[in-house]
């Protein structure tokens, strides 16, 4: 850079000497003859803070036209290499960070064949060493190719992906649900973009050792009249809390015995068209959601096209204070049942949920308890049946990475009140990232055959890419 002040300070010398001496609009000063030029940057020096127009001393001549072009030609030629002498060494600067060089533009007066080979010439695909350590023994030497485009334009046509995997271990007897010691229970594929400016499209695929399913897969048309929201494909029914969500996002290793004597192993999860609302008033966030379903799922199984099954759901939230919230809701479905195609069954649920973070210690601090009470009435050959179940927890917070929980389990069988299981869970949680979580869950079930079983249950669930925030 001092280099090339030095040269714009040279260019001003030759400009002082054009404007003096070559420019005929001047003609009216006193005639000066030709610069020696081993006077000119003198006499640039005693010029310089002056006016473009002054006297030159007496006894000088005109400068000599030709002398200063060639004087600014040189000048030019310098600048040029100094130029490109910076413009080599911050490519290779570039090179070696691994960042894409930008498009050469041809000079002026370049051929046109000269042009095209150099746009046809291939991009140098950016590179990185290898880690120390990691070369030899066969491994890759010299740099590593980086692949992708990393302009926000690549993401375009492509959505937001990720996987989780839950894995589970149990220790401990229980002959009325048995699971196995270590397993790769799932891994959840997701797959989420915005289709147009009218909708976006959430997809969730579940492996596990029983194979590849479509957990979910829908989309949400957000641009309805009205204020609407719907969504159209296979989904978890918007039936209380726990249903709606994923099981990486519970706060146990397994699901409340309510869940599993109503809803099934799988939940409330089927084909068909939800549509939502808020009721808007000055108290508190009110939404009301009503949906239809195929009818072949949990409790509910279709004898005809027309068996649908159909839900209704009222949720209200309100913020208590500025660390406290509360969320309830009531919800009601209906469906037939494999009795008969006469047989339906119906279940209503109420739910709430508190939530406590201050804000001055979220990170360390929080405490959620959580509630759901069930009635089902299934319809019978022999009469129907109606049965009760409920469940309620507590998970705190104790320190940045560290949650512990309780929670207690009572439930009525769907198909015969008369049986009923029931029994508490201890469950300590450490996160050592935002992306992995490891819990363990102490489990006491009393069953209603008599058989009371003590566990130990483990989970490791670990998570990459990217990943949307579930339902609130």
Known sequence: MIAMGKLFSRAMTCASL????????????????????????????????????????????????????????????????????????????EAKLGVPAPPTVPAAGTAPAAAEAAAAAPVPQPAVDVPSGAAGAGGPQGALPVYGNASASSKVFNPDMAVIGNFLGAMGENSVESAPSLEMHEAEVTFQAVVDPYARADVFLSA?????????????????????????????????????????????????????????????????????????????????????????????????????????????????????????????????????????????????????????????RRFMARTELMWSRRGQEAGDVSAFGMYVSGDYQFARRWFGGVRFDRSERALDSSLVDQGPSLVVTYWPS??????????????????????????FLFSIGAHGAHVF
């Open 434 to 459: 935002e992306f992995s979580q490891i819990r363990g869950q102490y489990r006491r079930t009393n069953y209603a055959e008599g058989v009371t079983s003590n566990e130990a249950l483990f989970q």
């Open 208 to 364: 596990s050792p029983e194979g590849l399913e479509i957990e979910e897969g829908f989309v949400t048309l957000t641009s309805l009249p009205g204020g609407l929201l719907a969504k159209v494909g296979k989904m978890k029914q918007q039936f209380g809390k726990v249903n709606t969500m994923h099981a990486h996002t519970l706060p146990w290793v397994d699901v409340p015995l309510v869940m599993k004597n109503f809803l099934g192993e799988e939940g409330l999860n089927d084909s068909g068209i939800s549509v939502s609302k808020l009721l808007l008033n000055p108290l508190f966030f009110l939404e009301a959601t009503g949906e239809v379903y195929q009818g072949n799922s949990g409790p509910f199984q279709t004898h005809e096209r027309n068996d649908v099954s159909w839900l209704g759901r009222l949720r209200g939230y309100r913020d208590i204070t500025e660390g406290t919230n509360l969320d309830v809701g009531v919800s009601f479905t209906r469906g037939h049942n494999d009795s008969g195609p006469d047989s339906t069954t119906h279940l209503f649920g109420v739910d709430a949920t508190v939530r406590y973070r201050p804000l001055r210690r979220a990170i360390y």
């Open 18 to 93: 054009v404007v003096l001496g070559g420019v005929p609009a001047l003609a009216q000063a006193p005639a000066v003859t030709s610069v020696p030029a081993g006077v000119a940057p003198a006499f640039a020096k005693a010029t310089v803070g002056k006016p473009a127009v002054a006297e030159a001393p007496a006894g000088t001549q005109q400068a000599d036209p030709q002398q200063v072009r060639q004087e600014l030609d040189r000048l030019r030629r310098e600048f040029e290499e100094i130029r490109d002498a910076y413009g080599a060494r911050l490519a290779a600067l």
